[in-house]
């Protein structure tokens, strides 16, 4: 599969928990983006990269979260202390570079107890 | 910021119909629109999108509009199937004006085609 993956694709944790999820791009992309997806609601940006530099962070993104892509090429997304108003999907989209198509992966379902 | 609204939030037609759903931008240096189709449980894929130096663009059944002095772009979908029921976004990119960075996605429409 030459999509983007993600994982784990479901996460259950209890609140207070750190959490970490990876996305691994389609390879040669160099942008890579991070959403978050509630029911019901089109994605929300989160944070972005292009190679390993971390453009642009949203206001959604509190210090509790942290988001890296070390060598250019897969990204974690670290959430600590979660809280029940994490549980969301969290999407990873790459692209080939500025104006391109960003190609979705499938995501990873947080529950937060 | 740039301000997506998208409308309806639910459509039902009967099969063979056809389905349109709109979406309304604030910021007059948009240049690109595109459309994504989720089906329940999966990732959002792109189904079409537009750049601001065209008024439409079709792929077979499908078909998007933009009207910039309007700001607003639609999305067509002719002679529907059951196959084309799911969740329907539009975004546009953000900062307007550039190809770039991260998108603001309108707020969803669920499409319902009835056999």
């Known amino acids: 599969d030459t999509g983007v993956s993600q994982n784990p694709r479901h996460k259950i944790t209890k609140r207070g928990q750190n959490v970490t999820f990876r996305c691994d791009p389609i390879s040669e992309h160099n942008r890579l983006y991070w959403y978050r997806q509630t029911l019901g609601q089109g994605p929300e940006f989160l944070t972005y990269?292009?190679?390993?530099?971390?453009?642009?962070k949203s206001r959604l993104l509190s210090d509790r979260f942290s988001a890296e892509r070390p060598k250019g090429s897969f990204s974690t997304l670290e959430i600590q202390r979660t809280e029940q108003g994490d549980s969301a999907m969290y999407l990873c989209?790459?692209?080939?570079?500025?104006?391109?198509?960003?190609?979705f992966g499938p995501g990873t379902r947080l529950t937060v107890l | 910021g740039e301000n997506v609204e998208q409308h309806p939030s639910t459509l039902s037609v009967q099969e063979g119909d056809s389905a349109v759903i709109k979406c309304t931008y604030s910021d007059s240096a948009s240049n690109y629109f595109p459309w994504y189709k989720q089906e329940l449980g999966k990732r959002p894929q792109l189904i079409i999108d537009i750049r601001s130096n065209v008024g439409e663009k079709k792929d077979q059944r499908i078909a998007v509009t933009l009207n910039k002095t309007a700001k607003h772009f639609s999305l067509h979908i002719t002679e529907t199937q059951p196959e084309d029921s799911a969740v329907y976004f539009c975004a546009v990119p953000s900062p307007p004006g550039s190809n770039t960075g991260k998108l603001i996605f309108g707020q969803g429409t669920t499409l319902q085609v009835k056999p």
């Open positions: 990269f292009q190679n390993e530099a971390q453009l642009e």
């Open positions: 989209a790459s692209s080939l570079g500025q104006g391109d198509e960003q190609f």
